[in-house]
Structure formats: structure tokens, C-alpha cells
């Protein structure tokens, strides 16, 4: 059973009004529609000393083993994670020292027991530090003058273990960090 | 006052649609628009634009007029401004909610019954994606011919007039160049007739022929893939699959809500939505309104050539199955009105509770698209503006994330401003989720050693793209000290891996490049013993007229085994096992030989086989 809607005008006629009307709305869109600004920042940046590792401008520097950026401030680390800095002015005479803002939190105590970090800088070891306890640390190290000879090092962190990826996390979380920076003696 | 009411009754969808789908009229181009935008870019004769316009592409589907020619066409004339695109997204959408409001009020004899129908159907979201991502536009340009055809045949159906017939005839046919879905049509004419005017049911018979014959020729040019995501499933699935479709059809789309509930509650609301319709049919049926069982008709018929596919359930596919539903919902709407206050109450309710879970998921959505398509724009024009400061070097960009590879690298936008010469830096792998069915990161992202030694001859200028701005972050990341040892893979094509290429090759062509007889090449040593050395690339059908070609290659002096190309093997891949003692060595010197060349009248050199890649893995 179907009605008959009875109509004065045809279907085509009465299509118009729709497609008009809509026509009318779309203009202003068209109109006033912004510009995205598409010009690059060009401005040449220099290579920097001190990481804050929530920093953006640090990003291309953290080459590998960091995690997103959480609290604007921090990020979580793999159980490998590398830095390329700048050594400071006058380092490459009188040595300089690494020194990294970290923090072991308590899920880690609990679930590790220890944990031990270590770091490289163009492939030198340097003495490592295992942390027993949770909390607010700072790893510093001294590097020697003859390292730190070029325009940048690449310094190598690891850490003894990691939790590994699970359902509650899937990524491989080591220790959380706040600033990596090299200065001079 | 009537004047204004009928105004008003054919206006207000339209509106609604741009209240709650703004940020898709907004949007820019995603993913894969720039296939889409890119399918003429390359053609150089009639014959290659026949090919641009019918040959089947993605899964094998030929769809010329919302595909094709819709982007070549809007390309061609407007570039890389979306906004005439999504324009003619939205209008041909207004067209669809007329019709579909006059469909309505036509089968239900009500205005008020049309025009729910029609507001009803914008609220489902699954109308995010066709008025929010212009590679949808297939979806809403096939709805507006599925209900122009339907639309001629109601009005046949009414006056007899025979132009109506032939008018639904040609809305059919030229649906076909919309989706293949257009096939069903000839099963909603026949299930409308057959309930209501069984008088014109012959009529419909000869629809049917033309589906199998396009049905037939389909897969004839484009066979549907056996595994893999589009694989169809005629098992107990399809019913799993229909059951899916179905809460998407009275709920929100994958039951997804962005408002934090208890887990009872959108499944409770699709239970109460369903009971609602479900009683409203049976009731209208128990008094001889056989017509109601047409829309579920509707709903199931549009969706019968998609329930096959288990493992590929989208969004989008209820978006013109879910408008049977909105005309039974609307038609409930407006026969409960005047049935009595409780009626009226309990209707009102069961629409609210629709529009509550429909609603959130539908405008967060709309914005989730609009955003990611903004990104990829400051990532495409960024891209563009340094190509513009730094023509002869290619592009690297640093910290591609998920979101925008998939939806902004993926399909080589950058080709679209002839630009080939973009990669990804070495461990972007890393920030990029793996999805080998969508593509193959890896061909994206530039060698660590390729990169220094780009960078040291400054061929290479590297962004960051992690902000909304591109920032130049060349001089940092040439400072940074990485591998410098030859890469596991060498796209031979590219300029920045010529300087691993021996003298015998041939300059690029771009994206290919050939060989002579023989070439040399430097490649990374893998690391452990078992690994093989793979070769792809084309072989032109006059290379292999005279029968296989043979295949040769050494490694730093030693023979590895033969292979072979066979006839209708243009395509090539050859894998070739290395010796172990190659393996822990810093770079291997590989050399390829072909036992004959070609030389075509239009090419004097000797040519032996079109690369590629060769990489160990």
C-alpha cells in the first residue's frame, strides 16, 4: 500500500531549491576560508649542549630509545636510548661533564628490584650507577677532553634491564628522563 | 505560510548536514585522495587515460564518475584546493537528503515522516566518512543515483508515465560509474514493486540482467581478491557481520561513543532503538502495511554484497543501508505524534536515545577527520614550500608519526608537484605502526648510510615535522654522527644511491633505472650467515620475446646460483642465497649480469633490465 503525494511542481523543479539554498550556504566557505600558513621555519638551529627532553626543538637530537613526551616535561626511555650533543666550548681542553636528570619510579623498584645505567660517549664507557630505591636522581660522569674534539658526540645509554612491553603498557619502559647536558669543566 | 513551510521542510536537511558535518566541508585531502588525485598524472596518450578512467584499481574496483574522473577532472581544474571537492561532496549530499525526504514522504503518505527520515539518517555517523574524506565521495554519489533511480520508479509507479521508466533506466546505468553497490538496485525495485505495485513488478525483471551482466564483466576485468582483508566469506559470518551493521544502523559505528559510560549503556540503547522499530514494524504489518518490510528490505539488501566480507568491516557501509532504518524510524515518528500523548512520549524518547548515542560519535569523528587531514596539509604544502627553497635536493623528514604516514605519505602526494624525491629518516620505522596489508614502510625510509652520504654532498635537506610548521633542522642532523656503511637496500632509481651504483648504469628515468649488460653495485654485508640477496624490478615483454632470460650474480668475485625471468614475468623478483663468509662484512660488491640486451628503434643503448631494489635481508 503506497500513498500518492500528490505534487504541483516536478521532481526536478523541486530538487533546485535543496541544491540553491545549498549552494548559497557554501559560498561564505568558500570566502572566508583561512589560509594555512605553509612557509618552513628555515631559521638555522644550532645543536645544543642541554636536552630538556620535553623541549620539540630537542626532538632531532634524541636519535633513538625515548618515548613520547608525557607531562610536558618527561619522557620514558627504552632499555637503550642516545643522545647526540654538542660539546661546550672549551670541553675539548679541560674535559667536560654528562650529566643526566632522571627519575626511577616505584613500579620499576618493584618490578626490577635494581636497576643499572650505564653510558657511552663515541663508544668510551663510563662508569655505571645502579639505583636500588625509587626516586629523583642525577647521573654525572666526567668525560675526557680528547672525546669531545668534534662538532657533536653521540652518547650511548643503557640500562642492565627493562620492563618489557605487557597488556597494561606496550612499550618497553626503562627509567624516566628530564634533561641530558654536557658541560664544561 | 504554507510557501514557507515547504521551504522550510526542504531546506532544514541541508542545513543540519553543515551544523553537524562542518569539519568535513573543511577537511583537506587524506590518504588515499592523492592516489585518486595522482591516477592521470602519468598519462601520455588516449589509451592511458581509458586505462586512468576504467582499468580496475584498489581491490579491483572500476569506478569512473566518483573515482576518476572526479579527481582527475577536479585536479586538473582546481589543483590542490579541497574546497571544490568537498563542495561537491556536500551538494550532491543535499540532493540525497531531498530525495531521500521525498522518498519518504511519497511511501509514508507524511511530510513530517519524510523529513525525520531525512534528519534521522544525518544523525547515524556513519555519514562521517562520505561527507568527511573525499575518496568517499563513491558512497554518496551511488546514493544519489540508487535513489534518483528509485525515486523515477515511484513516480512511474504513480502515473504510469512510461519517460519515468526510462529516466530510472538511465539513473541505474550511470550509477554503475558511482559503486559497484549500484548493482543491488534492481532488487529494491523489485521488493518495492512486489509489496506495493505488483502491477509494475515485470518492469523490473530486465535490471536484473544488466546487474549479472555487469556482475559478470566485473569479474571478468577484475577478479575479487581470494585472501587478504577483501576475501569473501559465505558462511555463518555473514550473519555475524549483519548483526554488526545492524547496531551500527540504530547506534553509533563500531559502538565507539567519546563520552566515558558504563559498558551496559550503548548496547542497552540499541536494544531499546531496535525493540522500537522491530514493534512498529510488526505493527504496521499486523494491519496489512506490507510496505514496512520494504525498508528493512532496504536496510538488508544494501548491505547483502558487503556481509561476505568478515575481515572488512568499515563504517561506511552502513551509511546507505541505514536509511531504510531512518524511513521506518521517521514514519514511527510521525505515526506516534498523532496517536496520543504515551505514544508520542515513548517515540520521542526512543529518538533521543538514538541521537545521544549517535550523535558524540558522529561530531568527534567529523572533527578526529577534519584534523588529521589539516596535518597532512601542513605536512604536503610544507613539503612543498622547502622544495621550492631547496629544488635540487631531496627532502628528508624527521619525525613522521603514524597518523601521518598512513594518511600523508603513503600515497606520494608530493608526485602531485612532481616531487619523487621525499623519504623518511632512518628510524622512523619505529614511530610508524606496521600495517603490511596497507604497505611497505620500508621503501619509504632513506639508509642511514644513504643519508650521510647525501648530507656530506648536500643533496639532502631534512625537516622536522612535529609541529605545525616544518622547521629546517638540516645542520643538527648533519652533525649528528651516524652509520656510514653502505645500506641493505639500494633503490637503484634514486640520485641519492647513485654513489653506490658502479659506472655501467644508466642515469634515472626517475622512478626506474636500467642496466646494461652487466653492472656493479656496493651493498651492506648482513650480519649473520643465511641471508639472501633480492632483485627487483621490471623486464620489458621485447626482453624476453626470445625465451627466460638468464640472471647472473656475483659477490665479491663468487658466482651465486643462476636464475631465470620466464616469459610474463615483467614484474620480477629473484632471490639469490649469499655465501656465508660474506656475512659480519662491512659491504659486498655485487655484480649483475643478463644474458642479452635489448636495443629498441627509440632507444640506442643497450638495455638489460629495469631496477628496482636490491636488498639483503
Known sequence: ?185 | MIRARSAAWWVAPPLLCLILYWPGLTAWFRADDFAWLGAGLYNRNAHDLLISIFGPRAQGTIRPLSERIFFMLGFRVFGLDALPFRIAVFVTHFANLALAASIGRRLTGSAAAGLCAAVLWLANSSNTLPLGWTSVYNQVLCGFFLLLAFHFLLRYAETGQRSYYWWQWAAFLAGFGAHELNLVYPAIAAAYTLLSKPRFFRATLPLFAVSGVYVAVHEAAAPGPKTGGYAMHFTGSMLRTLGNYWTWSVGPTFLYSPLVLPKWVLPAGVGLVSAGLLCFVAWKLSRGWRLASFFLAWHVILLAPVLPLRDHQTEYYVFLPALGLAWMGGWALAEAWRAGAGARFASIALAAVYAAMALPAALATSRWSHDISIRVRHLVEGVQAAHALHPRQAILLDGVDSELFWNGVLDRPFRLFGLDEVYLAPGSERRIESHPDLGDIAGYILPSGVVASGLARDEIAVYDVRGPRLRNITSIYAAIPRDNRPPLRVDAASLLAQYLLGPEWYPSDGDHRWMPRRATLRIGAPGAPGHKLYLSGDCPDEQLREGPLDVTVSVDGSTLTAASIHPGENAFHLAFPLPDQVAGKAEMQVAIEVSRVIRPASDPRDLGLVFGVIEVK
Not at chain 1, 549552494?23 to 628555515?42: F, N, S, Y
Not at chain 1, 633513538?64 to 619522557?75: L, N, T, Y
Not at chain 1, 654528562?98 to 627519575?103: A, G, R, V
Not at chain 1, 655505571?128 to 668525560?143: H, I, K, L, N, S
Request: net charge positive.
Open chain 1, 1 to 185: 500500500m503506497t500513498h500518492i503525494y500528490r505534487v504541483r511542481r516536478g521532481a526536478a523543479a523541486r530538487l533546485v531549491l535543496p541544491v540553491l539554498t545549498a549552494l548559497l550556504l557554501l559560498v561564505p566557505a568558500a570566502c572566508k576560508r583561512k589560509k594555512v600558513k605553509v612557509a618552513t621555519d628555515e631559521e638555522t638551529p644550532r645543536m645544543m649542549s642541554v636536552l630538556n627532553v620535553a623541549d620539540p626543538k630537542a626532538d632531532p637530537q634524541l636519535v633513538k630509545g625515548f618515548h613520547g613526551v608525557e607531562a610536558s616535561a618527561w619522557r620514558w626511555t627504552e632499555k637503550q636510548f642516545t643522545v647526540a650533543l654538542r660539546p661546550p666550548f672549551g670541553s675539548a681542553q679541560k674535559g667536560g661533564r654528562l650529566s643526566l636528570k632522571l627519575t626511577v619510579p616505584q613500579p620499576t623498584i618493584d618490578r626490577l628490584k635494581s636497576i643499572s645505567l650505564s653510558a657511552a660517549v663515541d663508544g668510551s664507557s663510563l662508569p655505571p650507577e645502579t639505583y636500588t630505591t625509587p626516586g629523583d636522581y642525577m647521573y654525572v660522569r666526567d668525560v675526557p677532553a680528547n672525546l669531545l674534539g668534534g662538532d657533536s658526540v653521540r652518547v650511548d645509554f643503557q640500562l642492565d634491564k627493562a620492563m618489557p612491553p605487557s597488556g597494561a603498557d606496550i612499550r618497553e619502559l626503562g627509567i624516566i628522563v628530564f634533561s641530558i647536558g654536557l658541560e664544561s669543566k
